[in-house]
């Protein structure tokens, strides 16, 4: 009860803002918890509540996934060619990109369409980081099949890998908010601390189309569902920049 009165309150305060998209349009609440969350009592469920929460546009299960120091890392390589692991969102970041695509915000509608699959198998490993205890830390590589429809005009895709690390609530900084309702230590509760991006890109920035004029949503969003729309080709830290309000400068970890 207490998650659903938070949900509605952030959509009547996205209703009252003049001229902003409506977040009780049927299209969009059509897709909108479906079922039930998976509860995130080992490393394996808390990935299967992320995917959840992306096609179910689950904004508060969202939130408690996420550690208090928790990283956003974009794969990518320097001018020599050498990988580099740089610093692409933090957990405020984060959740905000996700409330901006699940449920729009003043600024602009939330997307059309969002689906979203990992393996079917999820295997976790021993986290491989100076100083973590397999005990309490784990890690979980799996293939990444996205599909977002921005808008009537725009579609993308991100395909390739995700690299999750994941500590056992016991061990886990729990964020200052969730302590407040009463989230704690908890050793059957899994908690996502970083994730690395392993996608794969167009090789080159692509920009969107412009948005369909609001008169011709309704009919060329039809014709996207139908496949009319060749998706743009993004990674996950190209694509996430598509609803960020902010994101803080690269920074080497």
């Keep these: 009860m207490r998650r659903f009165a938070l949900s509605v309150a952030a959509l009547v305060a996205l209703a009252g803002v003049a001229g902003c998209f409506n977040p009780f349009s049927p299209t969009i609440l059509a897709e909108r918890v479906t079922s039930t969350a998976p509860s995130p009592t080992s490393p394996q469920n808390a990935i299967r509540r992320f995917e959840w929460c992306w096609v179910n546009r689950g904004v508060q299960e969202y939130k408690e996934l996420f550690t208090d120091d928790y990283v956003f890392i974009s794969a990518g390589t320097d001018s020599a060619g050498n990988p580099i692991r740089d610093i692409q969102a933090r957990r405020d970041d984060e959740v905000q990109i996700a409330e901006n695509m699940f449920i729009g915000s003043a600024d602009r509608p939330p997307a059309d369409n969002i689906t979203l699959s990992f393996d079917r198998t999820l295997i976790p490993l021993p986290d491989p980081r100076l ?61 996502i601390d970083r994730w690395e991006d392993e996608t794969i890109g167009s090789g080159a920035p692509q920009a969107l189309r412009s948005p369909a004029p609001t ?21 996950m830290a190209e694509f996430k920049r598509l609803y960020a309000s902010r994101l803080p400068a690269a ?3």
Aim: proline residues 5%; aromatic residues 8%; without cysteine.
């Design 131 to 191: 100083g973590k205890v397999s005990k309490w830390h784990k890690t979980i590589l799996t293939s990444v099949a996205l599909t977002v429809r921005v808008d009537a005009n725009n579609s993308v895709e991100v395909t390739g890998n995700a690299r999750f690390f994941l500590t056992r609530g016991d061990s886990a900084a729990i964020p200052a908010e969730l302590k407040a309702q009463g989230f704690g230590p908890d050793s059957l509760r899994w908690w």
């Design 215 to 235: 008169g011709a949503r309704a009919t060329a969003g039809a014709a996207g569902a139908a496949g009319a729309i060749s998706p743009v080709a993004m990674t």
């Design 251 to 253: 920074v080497a970890p």
